[in-house]
């Protein structure tokens, strides 16, 4: 699995560049996806205490099936692969 912190943090930045500096609305992960996020938050940026409900303060929602998407402002979905 790739390392879904990289991928989540160029996703805000590219987005933050072509919206203005506007937020996404979330972050759709698989729960295996989000149990390998949660690791490597938890063993590195953050520490054991790292809250891993948002990333770069955009919410992180977990959802069975979801191929691993950022939801943009405007509600499409930018693919985290």
């Known amino acids: 699995m790739s390392n879904l912190f990289i991928s989540m943090t160029e996703a805000v930045i590219r987005h933050w560049k072509a919206n203005d500096n506007a937020y996404p609305k ?8 989000h149990k390998g996020y949660v690791a490597s938050r938890r063993a590195g940026i ?11 303060g955009v919410p ?12 943009a402002a405007d509600g499409t979905e930018v693919s985290l692969q």
């Open 26 to 33: 979330k972050f759709v992960l698989a729960p295996e996806q």
């Open 46 to 56: 953050g520490g054991p205490k790292a809250d891993v409900s948002e990333h770069m």
């Open 60 to 71: 992180v929602e977990v959802v069975e099936g979801s191929p691993g998407v950022m939801v």
